[in-house]
């Protein structure tokens, strides 16, 4: 097995050994499927939006400039005891008991206050952070359908190839079978051969011609699916330029930088800052204010009554003006008991932390065993490539054969059609193998790293 695999590592052209070589072509469908494809312009668009949640964050420390004014008309009944005051001539006492009094007027008040947050607990440094680990790890994430996309373009065009290659096939043998229909045709005429001949020729023909139309039909639904997933023009679809070669991995691959481990290892660590975050509410917060207001009482008016002289008193005021009022200052709210809440924030993140790290143990551990099992069927694909090459070096060389007997008339017209129809199965097998081989290489490959990384344009 070992000897065939080299074979083939040494009959591979120098163009095979560039990883994943594409066409110019099949590169352009890549960018324009990755462009299309729903599910990673969905992510897209989760990345910005946990770029801007992150923006939103740090923004807490930008001062706040507010400003509100507010007008309203009062009007209120109230008690008023002062003490009692004696007249030294009269001895008459002024405000003795308690007075009812009524009051009206306007008020108007407008104020501009900016506020800023001066220490949160590490709660926004510690969230912005979380926020931007997650922001990485949904990178990591996205490269996964990237990968899927690609994989499933090169593969689609490599079905695409194995159709045009089977069309050909079937013109290859409509022209051998042409031919016997021709040299049969003659035998008959001169009695050396029987119609019985001709018509299993014509019915080989017929079977070749109904493989050509479901052929045809599977290249249309092929070519279909990928205007689909790249927007491109079926006819130029049907015209990529795409060879299907061996890919060989000549290079040591491993897990180090598979995008789940590295989007495992982002999320992790936004979960430890996540806990951090949770933690930070345990301290004060601390914050500076500054701010200008204006107050004023217009149109006010009280009556006062004084039943000891039976008098009312009418009191009015033009206006009450506060201007400016100036405020500056430091506030501080430390949360001392909020009945357990926080306690459990900081436990569920801390439950959160540890489930993310034993996601993140499980798929280095699955990871190195996919690997395993790729490589293992890269290398099977290897051997059933060589298989399959000698198979078909075989059936051509016992067609040329059944050709010449049945020529010399030592073997019948069902060996000799047997004999075509082996060459185009075992010649269909063997591209069939080589595109299984692609994939296992593809599915190695994507299971050391990232696909867009091996992907070279020739």
Known sequence: MKKSILIILLSVSATTFAQIPVSSDVNQAIQLALQKDVTIKNQNIEKTKLDLEH?????????KVEAS??????????????????????????????????????????????????????????GAKALQYKKEG???????????VIKDVILSYDQLQMLKIADQLINDS?????????????????????????????????????????VKRKQELLALKINQITGLDVNDVLNTHHSVEPIVILEELSTENKNENKALQAFQKASEYAVKKEKGSLLPTIGAFGGYSYTSLFNTEMNVPFQSINQTAHLKMD???????????????????????RKHKIEEAELNAEQIKNKQVDAEEKLVLQLT???????SMLH???????????????????????????????ERLAAENDIYKESLNKIETIIKQRQAAIETYQSAGSLTSYISIQ
């Open 55 to 63: 923006k939103s964050v740090l923004n807490k420390y930008i001062p």
């Open 69 to 126: 004014a507010l007008y309203g008309y009062l009007n209120s009944k109230g008690s008023l005891d002062i003490p009692t005051v004696t007249l030294p001539i009269t001895g008459m006492q002024l405000f003795s008991g308690a007075s009812d009094f009524t009051t009206k007027g306007q008020a108007f008040h407008g104020n501009v206050m900016a506020k800023t947050v001066l220490f949160s607990g590490g709660q926004i440094m510690n």
């Open 138 to 148: 949904t990178s990591y994430m996205m490269d996964l359908q990237n990968d899927a």
């Open 174 to 214: 409509e022209k051998r079978l042409l031919k016997e229909t021709e040299r049969v045709e003659k035998a008959i005429s001169l009695g050396l051969a029987i119609p019985y001949d001709r018509d299993k020729i014509k019915l080989a023909t017929l079977e070749l011609e109904s493989k050509r139309t479901d």
């Open 319 to 341: 206006a009450l003006t506060f201007n400016p009022t100036w405020m500056v200052g430091v506030a501080m709210k430390w949360e001392l008991f909020s009945g357990f809440e």
């Open 373 to 379: 099992k790729n490589k293992m069927e890269y290398e």
């Open 384 to 414: 059933q490539m060589d298989i399959a090459k000698q198979r078909e070096k075989i059936a051509q060389n016992n067609n040329e054969m059944a050709e010449k007997q049945y020529k010399a008339g030592l073997i019948s017209v069902t």
